[in-house]
């Protein structure tokens, strides 16, 4: 047996006691601790401060989006918030059901490399996901109007206000809907105490959590107007926008409606105004594609006309094919509301444009006085039709002239005034005063003239500005209610694009006025097109017949 020294043993006590220890391994991947705080990755600005890194952090899942057809991750929060406001307290990791499936109310360490993924502050990719126990994460109770989203990216968020849903253009494409609080949301040019700015605040767009366009299962079909409540889900964002990915059903109120028919106006004669959006006989060109979706359009216009039931109609978008598109609709309608009901006005001049106006009314109550007319000014692309009618029993004349004004979009090259001001005109503002001036000089000799069509411009914009500084009166201003004074949606803002504005002595004959909410307010998903739309979702009615609203409007003239 071996006896060490004195010496030698003290050496050993003194290296045993003065030794570095192993690095311990870890029993189980859960015993791996987070690097950072989720927090800390988000950061107190628009991106995160660790770009580039990889981290490991901890948090529960909120939201389980990982099939290759939804987001492909899923959403993680902090149970434990730190205590800067200006720091999101939720993740989304960029992990497909591959790297680990995962469920809400997982407590998980997730190991990726933070990225902000075109304004999207993400983990990816990610190299592990670590499902270590249960958790729970309250929904944060959250108000619009926001004062901004980035400090709530990735967290879920319940929405304990009703929200009115404002925009469904993508509904059927995408699965989106915009939602607002306080009501819809006007554009800021068509009236009077419109805050663009407050508008963005108050929106909301909620997703599908999905990437399928043109799903089979759609969300619910919704109007404009109605009512969202009990929104909750996790804030995503995407293309632009900040995106709610519900994590429960949202419920829908059906808080507007569908009009059966107009709002009655009263008078003895009854005139409209109608953008038929494309009704083209010429397959392929605009409007319907093949001979059923022309049967579909066409069911749907005889439908919006017949609940009109005007006795005289301006159109607008009609093809510009001598009365051939023109009398197709006029026999529709007469095939389902008797033969010789409604007759068609040939239009004189109607410019080269591949679209017209058009003009058809009821000679069994109104008679034309004189031949159709037409401006040749070559200011307006698409000429304005001018006619003068009484009223059967005779009495006193009014004059119709019927519009359909420069549009705001394919805007022209190499600036100049036509070019979009960033004044919320968009472009061609410049060639539209000039077609309202234009206009102007046309009523001066007419007996009573009514300007009324889609005339491209919002209801404060300088088009009509001009209108009404000339003379002419908007009878919609005067007699529709402001919540109800649209004709138009776009990019969730509301709007009058279609007007109708009356010369002083006709006012005095105007009794009432309303626009009909069969278009604007109905997702696009219903109208008359096969490609992308469910099939079952068709039906030959007035709604989503166009993308504008019909104006009516209620005259009382004297007779004989």
Known sequence: ??????ATIAALVVAALTATPAAATPATPCDTPPTHRIAQVQGSGDATPLAGQTVRVEGVVTGDFQRGDQLSGFFLQDPRPDADPRTSEGLFAFARDTVRDVRPGDRVLVTGRATEFNGWTELSPVSAVDVCGTGEIAA???RLPSDGLEPVENMLLTFPQPLTVTEHYNLGRFGEVTVSSGGRLFQPTDRRGVDAELNRRRS????????????ETLPPIVRTGDLATGVTGVLGYGFDAYRLQPTK?????????????????????????FNTLNWFTTLG????????????????LVAAL????ADAVALMEVENNGQTALRALVDAVNAEVGAGTYAALRHPYPGTDAIQVGLIYKPGRLTPVGEARASEDPVFSRPPLIQTFRRAAGGQPFTMIVNHLKSKGSCPDGGGPDADQGDGQGCWNATRVQQARALLGLVEELPN?????DLNAYGEEDPIDTL????????TKRFVPAPLRYSYLFEGLAGELDHALVGRQLLKRVTSATIWHINADEPRVLDYNTEFNPPGLYRPDAYRSSDHDPVVIGLTLPGR
């Open 1 to 6: 047996m071996r006896v060490l020294s004195r």
């Open 140 to 142: 944060l109770p959250y």
């Open 204 to 215: 909301l767009l909620i997703d599908d959590g999905s990437t399928r366009q043109n799903p």
């Open 249 to 273: 059903p949202i419920a829908y109120h059906d808080a507007n409606p569908r009009p059966s028919r107009p709002f009655p106006v009263i008078g003895n004669v009854k005139v409209a105004s």
């Open 285 to 300: 060109s605009r409007g319907a594609g093949t001979e059923e979706e022309q049967r579909r359009q066409l069911a749907k």
């Open 306 to 309: 017949k609940g009109l039931d």
């Open 449 to 453: 003239p009514m300007v009324l069509g």
């Open 468 to 475: 009404e500084e000339g003379g002419l009166t908007s009878v």
